[in-house]
């Protein structure tokens, strides 16, 4: 892959958003220990076909990795139909290259989707491009819709962060709860859209 620059961005979760502060995945309170590839890191910038070779460069080992975990979603996220075009910087993920996947089509809505019904879920699996062209996997997000009741605080949603490895570094309501606050914390800015961000119009895939 040729030499690639960096790209700047303004992150609208940063500075002084709940997301950034209490990010597992940041420098200093990194899960994965110190050289694992999960740390954020400026993005490069990559045309879309040098992003979706990056991608196809690491799909492999990245899905082999996630289903590590036991986790349902991580075994099955890879069939369910996926929402962009190409993998784009996600400012709200560490600014990684993410893609985005869903169990329900109403996702493809965008912002006209309305509350998901419980059973939905989200997936976004990442990867993070070096100056040099190096790819690495990095965490695999999930969202999903619990039934009412569930956890008033994230609006019944229940966020997981798998490594790549398979480990999981939390889940709502269970081991490791307090390294996906931050999730509930930045998706809630978002609770005009049921707690869900979506990615720039640009990468979309629209639905019929």
Same mark, same amino acid.
């Not at 492999?60 to 990795?65: D, H, I, Q, T, Y």
């Not at 819709?145 to 949603?157: C, I, Q, T, V």
């Given at each position: 892959m040729p030499r690639l620059a960096r790209k700047a961005a303004a992150n609208p979760c940063a500075a002084k958003n709940p997301c950034a502060a =209490?990010? #597992?995945?940041?420098?200093k309170a990194n899960p994965c220990g110190a050289a694992n590839p999960c740390g954020a890191a400026a993005p490069v910038k990559l045309t879309n076909a040098e992003a979706k070779k990056a991608y196809d460069c690491v799909r492999?080992?990245?899905?082999?990795?996630y289903a590590k975990s036991d986790n349902p979603v991580a075994a099955i996220f890879a069939k369910w139909p996926p929402f962009n075009t190409v993998p784009y910087v996600s400012e709200t993920h560490g600014q990684r290259f993410v893609n985005n996947y869903a169990n329900n089509k109403i996702y493809g809505r965008f912002e006209k989707a309305g509350a998901m019904p419980s059973g939905a879920a989200m997936a976004k699996n990442s990867f993070v491009v070096a100056p040099d062209g190096k790819v690495s996997v990095g965490p695999l997000?999930?969202?999903e =819709?619990? #039934?009412?009741?569930?956890?008033?605080?994230?609006?019944?949603?229940r966020y997981t962060m798998i490594m790549p490895d398979g480990s999981v570094a939390g889940v709502t309501k269970g081991t490791g709860s307090e390294n996906v606050e931050f999730c509930i914390a930045c998706h =809630?800015?978002?609770q005009q859209h049921d707690s869900l961000f979506f990615m720039p119009a640009q990468y979309r895939i629209k639905q019929k």
């Open positions: =209490k990010n #597992p995945c940041a420098a492999s080992a990245m899905l082999s990795g997000f999930v969202m =819709k619990m #039934p009412s009741g569930f956890n008033r605080e994230s609006d019944n949603w =809630k800015t978002a």
